[in-house]
Each structure stands twice: as structure tokens, then as C-alpha cells.
């Protein structure tokens, strides 16, 4: 069969999902970093873990599961690849991986070279160490906002000898001027604490620490209202970090918590995103071989794809003003 023979198929993502290479969604795959407005890149390192370790696979599952994502958003109608050019443009990954600073650094160095090419970065992690060197990259200029979805804050401090694990990266980004607390809202965080005042730096610093509780007092439109009353215009980045979501939709992750999102609830908050000067995003914390059904990264897919829905328009609507 030829391409004449099935031009419905022309289009090499709108093939049965069983062929090809698994890029993220299908996407073609460019490593010079050429003719690309949108770059999904993996990160899979997961050296910042302080427990369960596994995030590192997380790059190339979520890949195979982004074969399901089709080409438009049926609840708000967005085309990301109609609007923008998507490419997955390969993984960070770093060549001395047992030494932390070390590969944060490499990490950086690939992200400033996406940057540089003018590239908006969607990143699928690793562990949530790896946003820090992401905001070095793309807030070097300037510090920026974030909407922050996930169980716990990563406002950490000193960890068994280490400043710069995945429960600490946001304490460090505001100590390094590239994270504004005041235009950062986390949404989602519960969980037992071994410390009361785990959390102590993202209040003393004036972030927008939303508990799962109230989240689940207010709803996801009064949420969403907040979220954007907090970041405003400014430019934002999203973090998601997959144990957000309840481990009955996630298992798969290093620090699954109870009581969370259910995968619903967090589609509709991404989706209430749309419209804010939005300058990158990830997805991160998922960890494969914590769940055999592959059902975490498929999640972690479509949320990616959500992500990269709420990215294109704000790429689209730069481009015209």
C-alpha cells in the first residue's frame, strides 16, 4: 500500500497508532533545533530523588503513550500543530549522571540552547529537580510566575547533604531571582508531613499555597480564577508534576499521596490556562516501573498534550502582537 492508496494517511501522524517511531505525539524528530516554535524534550534524570527512584524512564513511556494523543483537543477545539511548529527535539540528558550539580548543569546547558534558538521547551521529566535548571535557562532575564500543580510544594531546604532535590527546587529558584513568589500559586498539596513547617519557606515568601481541601471547597472554575488573579499577565511557566493526581489515576510516581486530583479535574485546570503569556511548561515525576499497566504515563500524555494545547496559543498569540 503507497501513500496514493490511502491519502488519508499522507500525514504521517494520523497513522494507526501501532506504527512508526514513538516521538512525543507522533511528532517528526528534530535535533537541530531548526524551524520549531514548541520543543517537547525529555529530561530523564531522576538523581534528585529522596526516596523512590524510576522518573528517569519517564521520558520514553510517555513518548509510547502519546501515540493515542490525536491532533485536536475535542473540549476547546485547539490544534496545537495546526498553530504552531511541534518537533520532539530529543532529551537533556546528561553524561554524569551520580554527581547532582553536575547534571543540573548539563541540563541548563541544553535548555540555553533551546532558548537561544527561540524554542518555547515543554518538558517531560525526571524528577522535579530538573525544573530548576530549566528556569535558569529561561529565566536568567527576569524572574517569572508559576502556576504549580502538584502534592507537595518543593520549598525544601537541606536534605541529607543536598540543597537541590526534587523537594527543594522552588525554594531555590526564588533564592536565585528567577521565580517571583508573589505571582506563584500551588495548587493541590496534602499529605502527612514528618515537619509542620514543611512548607514554611513558600508562605514566608508569599506564595499562593492552595491545600487540597480548599481546592475541594472551592472547585476547579474558582480555582482557575485564583490561579489567574495571582500570575496575571506576566510571563508564566506551568509545572505539573504527575503525583498531583490521585494514585488511583497515578500510581505511577515516586511520592504517590491520597486524596488528590482526579485526572479530570486536572485537565480543567490546565484548560483554564488558556490565555496567559505562558513561556514553557513540564510534566513530571513519573515513574514506570511503579505501575506495570502503563496507565501513569498515558495520563501523563494527555496531560502533556493539554499543556502543550494552553503553549500554542500563547506561541500563536505572541506571534501576532
Not at 500500500?1 to 505525539?25: C, N
Not at 534524570?45 to 503513550?65: C, I, K, Y
Not at 531571582?177 to 508531613?193: C, E, H, M, N
Request: proline letters at 7%.
Amino acid at each position: 500500500m503507497s501513500q496514493k492508496d490511502l491519502p488519508e494517511f499522507a500525514d504521517p501522524m494520523t497513522r494507526p497508532k501501532y506504527v512508526g517511531l514513538p516521538t512525543f505525539f507522533r511528532a517528526p524528530w528534530k535535533e537541530d533545533l531548526q524551524d520549531v516554535d514548541i520543543g517537547v524534550i525529555g529530561v530523564p534524570f531522576d538523581g534528585g530523588v529522596t526516596n523512590r527512584p524510576g522518573s528517569r524512564h519517564g521520558p520514553r513511556e510517555v513518548r509510547n503513550q502519546s501515540s493515542l494523543v490525536r491532533l485536536i483537543n475535542q473540549a476547546t477545539g485547539v490544534a496545537p500543530h495546526e498553530l504552531c511548529r511541534v518537533a520532539d527535539i530529543g532529551d537533556a540528558w546528561v553524561p554524569s549522571p551520580f554527581e547532582l550539580v553536575g547534571s543540573h548543569k548539563a541540563i541548563q546547558d541544553t535548555f540555553d540552547r533551546v532558548v537561544e534558538q527561540g524554542i518555547v521547551p515543554l518538558a517531560v521529566g525526571g524528577d522535579h529537580s530538573v525544573t530548576l535548571p530549566i528556569f535558569r535557562a529561561i529565566a536568567k532575564d527576569r524572574p517569572i510566575g508559576m502556576i504549580h500543580i502538584d502534592a507537595h510544594c518543593d520549598t525544601g531546604d537541606d536534605y541529607m547533604g543536598s540543597k537541590f532535590h526534587h523537594g527543594a527546587p522552588f525554594s531555590r529558584a526564588v533564592e536565585e531571582g528567577l521565580l517571583d513568589p508573589k505571582r506563584t500559586i500551588q495548587i493541590g498539596i496534602r499529605g502527612s508531613v514528618n515537619d509542620i513547617d514543611l512548607w514554611k519557606f513558600s508562605h514566608d515568601s508569599g506564595m499562593r499555597v492552595m491545600y487540597m481541601e480548599e481546592f475541594y471547597k472551592l472547585g476547579v472554575e474558582k480555582t482557575i480564577a485564583e490561579a489567574r488573579r495571582v500570575v496575571g499577565d506576566g510571563p508564566v511557566y506551568i509545572s505539573f508534576d504527575i503525583d498531583s493526581l490521585d494514585p488511583a489515576f497515578a500510581p505511577g510516581t515516586g511520592t504517590p499521596e491520597v486524596g488528590g486530583l482526579s485526572s479530570l479535574e486536572a485537565q480543567l485546570l490546565i484548560r483554564g490556562c488558556s490565555g496567559l503569556d505562558i513561556i514553557g511548561a513540564d510534566m513530571v515525576e513519573v515513574a514506570p516501573s511503579f505501575d506495570p499497566s502503563g496507565s501513569t504515563a498515558m495520563v501523563g500524555a494527555n496531560i502533556l498534550f493539554e499543556l502543550l494545547c494552553v503553549t500554542s496559543e500563547a506561541v500563536a498569540k505572541r506571534r501576532v502582537t
